[in-house]
T-cell receptor, first 113, second 114 residues
């Protein structure tokens, strides 16, 4: 069966520090991978998606970047965190089929102080 | 602009009771509609997915309906349990030149009490 791992579960970082959140998927090949941010009282916002190794699409301009060094690994990064980067970050995967549901990780609660 | 609106924003019901959550959308052209359940501090989990031709779909005590003409969907929960307490998110997929694009509702926060 397929599983998705996301870590860490919680993170407190000072403003200006770097960030690296990791996400790995097991049990599937060539998945589409996604990073979402969920703010309180708002719908999930797509940050990045990837259809293959090294292929990253950004949905919104921001202080974050993403990389996909391996087929089933997706990394969310920042060189210098801002207060506004605080939030709940969710990694997800889906198959290439248009009606495939998203399978989410358990998220990372990031607090920038 | 593609939008998904859910109501009510929050809901409290007694264990064993039924409830219905609503989702209205303006996403066009439409591809499919999904309902997710999100427990506090966890990632959302897919409950149902419906395409244009499907009017209803069940998953245990969860039954989703879709009226593509009025662009409305509902999620009915039967004989609620304490474990049903969660946020329920409606997600509509629209067709674009580059593939499907998802629009998320802000969710209905359901609390089931004794």
């Amino acid at each position: 069966s397929q599983t998705i791992h996301q870590w860490p579960a919680t993170l407190v970082q000072p403003v200006g520090s770097p960030l690296s959140l990791e996400c790995t998927v097991e049990g599937t090949s060539n998945p589409n991978l996604y990073w979402y941010r969920q703010a309180a009282g708002r719908g999930l916002q797509l940050l990045f998606y990837s259809v293959g190794i090294g292929q990253i699409s950004s949905e919104v301009p921001q202080n974050l970047s993403a990389s996909r060094p391996q087929d089933r690994q997706f990394i969310l990064s920042s060189k210098k965190l801002l207060l506004s980067d605080s939030g709940f970050y969710l990694c997800a995967w889906s198959t290439r089929h248009g009606n495939s549901p998203l399978h989410f990780g358990n998220g990372t609660r990031l607090t920038v102080t | 602009k593609n939008q998904v609106e859910q109501s009510p924003q929050s809901l409290i019901i007694l264990e064993g009771k039924n409830c219905t959550l609503q989702c209205n959308y303006t996403v066009s052209p439409f591809s499919n509609l999904r309902w997710y359940k999100q427990d506090t501090g966890r990632g959302p989990v897919s409950l149902t997915i419906m395409t244009f031709s499907e009017n209803t779909k069940s998953n245990g005590r969860y039954t989703a309906t879709l009226d593509a003409d009025t662009k409305q969907s509902s999620l009915h929960i039967t004989a609620s349990q304490l474990s049903d307490s969660a946020s329920y998110i409606c997600v509509v997929s629209g067709l674009t030149g580059g593939g499907n694009k998802l629009t998320f509702g802000t969710g209905t926060q359901l609390k089931v009490e004794l």
